[in-house]
Every structure is written in C-alpha cells, then in structure tokens.
T-cell receptor, first 116, second 113 residues
Framework: AQSVAQPEDQVNVAEGNPLTVKCTYS??????LFWYVQYPNRGLQFLLK??????LVKGSYGFEAEFNKSQTSFHLKKPSALVSDSALYFC??????????????FGSGTRLLVRP | DGGITQSPKYLFRKEGQNVTLSCEQN?????MYWYRQDPGQGLRLIYY???????QKGDIAEGYSVSREKKESFPLTVTSAQKNPTAFYLC????????????FGDGTRLSIL
C-alpha cells in the first residue's frame, strides 16, 4: 500500500532563513507526489507536484521540492522564509484503487512557524 | 472565477439529527471527494465520485452518505449513526486524469450541540 510520512509535527525557522519541510514516501511503481498548504480555517492549496522529469520541482509562492528516489523523499524547500509562510503543510502521494480511480493519501501535516 | 464552494462554513448538529453539507464546483471536474480532518491526523477520505450517478466508499464511510445527481454537486450527509462527527470537512474535485491535483473548498466545521 502507498504511504507518506511527515516526520516533524512542527518546523520553526527565522524569517529570511531557508526552510525545509520533510516528506518520505513508500509506493509501488512510479511515485506521483504533491505538496499542499493550509491556512487556518481554509481548504488546502496546491503548491507543486512531481510526476516525472527533473528532480527539482518549482511551485507557487517561491516553494520548490526535491525528489530523491534513493532516499524515497520529497522535501519541500524555500530559500528565504516569510512570516506569511506560517501554515500547515501536507505531503501527498497518489494511490490507484481497484476500480482504477485515483486518490491521494496525505501525510499527517507539518506546522511551519516563521518568526520575525 | 472557477472554484469549489462549501456551505455552510459552520454547522451545529443536535443528537440524533442528520445534517447535510453542501459542495458545489464550477471547474467542470468529473471527480469529487469528501475528506474529514481531525487535529494531528491529516485528511481521511470519506467518499469519492469519479462520475455522475456513481460514488464509492473511502476509508471512513460509516455514518456518512452522499449523492451525485449532478456533475457540479456532491453533498455529504452526516447521519445520526456517526457518533463522533465533530471535525472539519473538506470537499475537493479534480479532472480525474492521472497526475492532476485536487482542488479544495474552504471547508465546513461541524460541531455537536
């Protein structure tokens, strides 16, 4: 079965410093990986995805993620954090069901806190 | 602008009562999903629908029901059989094509009176 893990409940970083939010996955076959961000009392917003191609994927709001097949990781990164980046971040992996439909399996989320 | 609209934003349920959460999308997406979000547990899939008039149970379907009579609409009913309904409920849609992301509404927070 497909699974995704976010080992850190919370990440703290100072504004202007680089940030990394970690995600590891376990899949059979080629992984389709996604990152979403959630602000308080809002839905999830899509940031970026990895399907195939370059291991460094660029997304919205200056975020990028690095796909590492040997380490089965898909860490979210940003070179310079903003206070407004403070939010809950979810990593997700695609799963295929018996009826060939697609669904997403989400990690438990990592809260990012950027201090001024 | 295209998007997903969930209503109401806040909902209160009395014991023994069924309540229905609305989800409407104008993205012309075939697939729609309902998730439940509890603190520290991420999102869990309740039901999904790949096409009109068809839907499937997700991982935690007990105590919930859905319908998909129109492409744009995928309402979720939380029945009295769901003994712990307090949660944040999120609706999502996608084109259903491989590799395409899901788009989310802003959720409905359900509480018990």
């Amino acid at each position: 079965a497909q699974s995704v893990a976010q080992p850190e409940d919370q990440v703290n970083v100072a504004e202007g410093n680089p940030l990394t939010v970690k995600c590891t996955y376990s899949v059979s076959g080629n992984p389709y990986l996604f990152w979403y961000v959630q602000y308080p009392n809002r839905g999830l917003q899509f940031l970026l995805k990895y399907i195939t191609g370059d291991n460094l994927v660029k997304g919205s709001y200056g975020f990028e993620a690095e796909f590492n097949k040997s380490q089965t990781s898909f860490h979210l990164k940003k070179p310079s954090a903003l206070v407004s980046d403070s939010a809950l971040y979810f990593c997700a992996v695609r799963d295929i069901w018996m009826d060939s439909s697609y669904k997403l399996i989400f990690g438990s989320g990592t809260r990012l806190l950027v201090r001024p | 602008d295209g998007g997903i609209t969930q209503s109401p934003k806040y909902l209160f349920r009395k014991e023994g009562q069924n309540v229905t959460l609305s989800c409407e999308q104008n993205l012309n997406h075939d697939a729609m999903y309902w998730y439940r979000q509890d603190p520290g547990q991420g999102l869990r899939l309740i039901y999904y629908s790949q096409i009109v008039n068809d839907f499937q149970k997700g991982d935690i379907a007990e105590g919930y029901s859905v319908s998909r009579e129109k492409k744009e609409s995928f309402p979720l009913t939380v029945t009295s059989a769901q003994k712990n309904p307090t949660a944040f409920y999120l609706c999502a849609s996608s084109s259903g094509e491989e590799g395409q992301p899901q788009h989310f509404g802003d959720g409905t927070r359900l509480s018990i009176l």
